[in-house]
């Protein structure tokens, strides 16, 4: 099965813009998904179909896939963006997961 | 509102069986695949199972074929895991979770633990 590799953390400063890059193989012929998690919570979807968001997700989120890259971006970052992130795409109706990014606003 | 409830988790011995459940609300089951996914403590996100609207379509994760089955009770609005042999490595809050774009609805999770 294919593999979902992500950056172990990211950094940001409050306000500036925050990316999170996730690469596999073929991903660009695949959805790209994106999941919020703070600590002691479910996940929630953030960004689906590469690039389109739920209802109730900020616009300061925003997707994209090219090549075998997908990268979340979150334009001004809050503080309560703090949390992991993990995207997820469909690998022969498997669903796979990246290993997760702990985001910092600091 | 959707909701998704959990629950059967517990603490059982490496080769026991367990039978998790889940309890939907909030939105026509019938119409939507679904899933469990679970979480080691400390870890990643890894995907366990899908099933399909009518059944007609089955999907399970290397780590857990053979010994995990998923099914559902559309009458019911119910989504069901039965998890036999159950390994150390199985130890993890398990979430069930509804296919929509992508995992767009999740339950709060039970954590099932394996330790002799």
């Known amino acids: 099965s294919s593999k979902l590799t992500q950056p172990l953390s990211v950094a940001v400063s409050p306000g500036r813009t925050a990316s999170i890059t996730c690469s596999g193989d073929?991903?660009?012929?695949?959805?790209a998904c994106w999941y919020q998690q703070k600590p002691g919570q479910s996940p929630v979807l953030v960004i689906y179909q590469d690039n389109k968001r739920p209802s109730g997700v900020p616009e300061r989120f925003s997707g994209s896939n090219s090549g075998n890259t997908a990268t979340l971006t979150i334009s001004g970052a809050h503080s309560m963006d703090e949390a992991d992130y993990y995207c997820?795409?469909?690998?022969?109706?498997?669903?796979?997961f990246g290993g997760g990014t702990k985001l910092t606003v600091l | 509102e959707v909701q998704l409830v959990e629950s059967g988790g517990g603490l059982v011995k490496p080769g026991e069986s367990l039978r998790l459940s889940c309890a939907a609300s909030?939105?026509?089951?019938?119409?939507?695949?679904m899933n469990w996914v679970r979480q080691a403590p400390g870890k990643g996100l890894e995907w366990v199972s899908t099933?399909?609207?009518?059944?007609?379509?089955?999907y399970y994760a290397d780590s857990v074929r053979g010994r995990f089955t998923i099914s559902r009770d559309n009458p019911k609005n119910s989504l069901y895991l039965q998890m036999n042999g159950l390994r150390a490595e199985d130890t993890a809050i398990y979430y069930c979770a509804r296919t929509w774009g992508g995992y767009d609805s999740w339950g709060q999770g039970t954590l099932v633990t394996v330790s002799s």
């Open positions: 909030g939105f026509t089951f019938s119409n939507y695949n």
């Open positions: 073929e991903l660009r012929n695949k959805y």
């Open positions: 997820q795409a469909w690998d022969s109706n498997t669903g796979v």
């Open positions: 099933i399909s609207t009518s059944t007609s379509y089955i």
